[in-house]
Nanobody
């Protein structure tokens, strides 16, 4: 089992920044990838970005490229999502998730609300 706690959401004005954190515990050695997803009201959950746990390779969805950066601190078992130049359309609940095999996101955090005002 892997437990994830995602924190760092809040209210920010358009153009501002936030940094989300995803702290992992439990069988962290089994993690292949940590991903961030988001779900806006009335919309399906969508992929934002991901990072491989061991190698640190990253992948990001087009809407956030150049604005959001994912990173990890293995010593702290924590993954970060630095979000810059935030837009109102970035408003959503953000979730981190852990995959133990490629693409199989098995473990999820509880979510953290990000609200961007115009």
């Amino acid at each position: 089992q892997v437990q994830l706690v995602d924190t760092g959401g809040g209210l920010v004005q358009a153009g501002g920044s936030l940094r989300l954190s995803c702290a992992a515990s439990g069988r962290t050695f089994s993690i292949y990838t940590i991903g961030w997803f988001r779900q806006a009201p009335g919309k399906d959950r969508e992929f934002v970005t991901s990072i491989t746990w061991s190698g640190g390779s990253t992948y990001g969805a087009d809407p956030v490229k150049g604005r959001f950066t994912i990173s990890r601190d293995i010593a702290k078992n924590t993954v970060y999502l630095q979000m810059n130049s935030l837009k109102p359309e970035d408003t959503a609940v953000y979730y981190c998730a852990a995959a133990t095999t490629p693409g199989n996101y098995k473990y999820w955090g509880q979510g953290t609300q990000v609200t961007v005002s115009s």
